[in-house]
């Protein structure tokens, strides 16, 4: 039974973090280390942290100065002696047979990366995601391809996953605010031969109000231009036959952002934003034309952005998106 760390980026979560614990050293699976970095926290959360690595010696907890969940994690996988790696955010949790489940198929798959699906626990109400279409097993090229699918299977996010070890080798988050899971993720599956799917949810990623992702724009959503150059320097530089892929992966990140924007109802007030995202738009054009990667929809977005007309085509698609799934 390999030795699984589960690392968990802790700031401030003194009502959420006891729960998160609880579902990591309650798994069926027990060769576990549980790598708590606690960045820098000023209220309970600690406290809380400290007394449970008291009752249980697979809890290590590591206390630093506040720099950032991409600090957080580095610093966790710099330390950690598992084989295996897994992440949770500290004020999500996991199923009971998680870790069972993923350390089951990783052996059954001799994979190097496993996900799962999960549920998206909002205040009244939850969702199931990325389950229903059966166990998928990817080869390298086929996972980059699924990877580069906006809402495919594998998913920009973390926590989802168990890893093996060998294939973060070398492999550390960029301090980025917002997309360091998607740069940090490519770089990973590079260095798998085998990328697994299970069709079971194990994960559940919890919205709270207060919580970074429910923040409407901010200027560091801007990241996300430096995270696809970096991508697409590594994916040009190792594997230049899956541009086309990856570019329809970079239209959608494009237009995911302007939608935030969007919904901050303040387009007036980031008009700097707006021109670098243009400009970097018109720069990257000649790989979104013709590109059968490309969604439709994201080109006719980014073109309507380029012309001004963002907005009221964003509002009607909308609209028109959500009466569909009324029906």
């Known amino acids: 039974m390999d030795l699984i760390s589960v690392i968990v980026p802790a ?8 729960r998160c614990l609880d579902s990591i050293t309650g798994q069926t699976y027990t060769n576990i280390e549980v790598m708590v970095i606690d960045d820098g926290s000023s209220d309970g959360t600690a406290q809380i942290c400290d007394d449970r690595a008291l009752k249980d010696d697979r809890i290590v907890v590591v206390h630093k100065k506040n720099e950032g969940v991409a600090a957080a994690r580095n610093t966790a996988l ?17 199923e009971p047979d998680m870790l ?11 994979a190097d990366m496993v996900c799962c699906g999960y549920y998206e626990e909002f205040i009244d109400h939850t969702v199931k995601c990325g389950i229903g279409s059966g166990t998928a097993e990817y080869n390298r090229h086929e996972a980059f391809e699924e990877y580069f699918k906006m809402g495919g299977r594998i998913g920009s996010g973390c926590w989802n996953k168990l890893i093996r070890k060998s294939a973060l080798e070398g492999v550390r988050y ?19 031969n085998r990328v697994v799917c299970l069709d079971y949810a194990g994960y559940h990623y919890v919205h709270r109000d207060d919580s970074a992702t429910q923040l409407l724009f901010r200027k560091e959503n801007m990241d996300i231009i430096r995270v696809m150059e970096e991508m697409s ?15 329809g992966f970079h239209a959608s990140w494009y237009v995911a952002t ?8 303040k387009m007036g007030a980031y008009r700097e934003e707006q021109a670098r995202l243009k400009s970097d738009i ?5 790989f979104y034309n013709g590109n059968p990667y490309v969604y439709r929809v994201d080109m006719i977005l980014l073109r309507c952005f380029l012309l001004n007309c963002f907005v ?11 009466l569909r799934h009324n029906k």
């Open 78 to 94: 710099d330390a950690i002696k598992g084989e295996l790696v897994a992440f949770c955010d500290a004020d999500d949790y996991f």
């Open 258 to 265: 302007l939608q935030v924007m969007k919904r901050s109802g």
């Open 174 to 192: 960029k301090k980025y605010i917002v997309g360091e899971d998607v740069e940090m993720l490519s770089r990973a599956v590079g260095n798998c």
């Open 233 to 247: 320097s590594y994916i040009n530089d190792k594997y230049p036959e899956l541009l086309k892929q990856f570019y």
């Open 100 to 110: 069972s489940r993923l350390s089951e198929a990783m052996t059954e798959y001799k």
């Open 312 to 322: 009221p085509v964003q509002t009607i698609y909308e609209l028109i998106t959500s």
């Open 11 to 18: 700031y401030n979560v003194e009502q959420y973090i006891a």
């Open 282 to 286: 018109r720069k990257n054009m000649r």
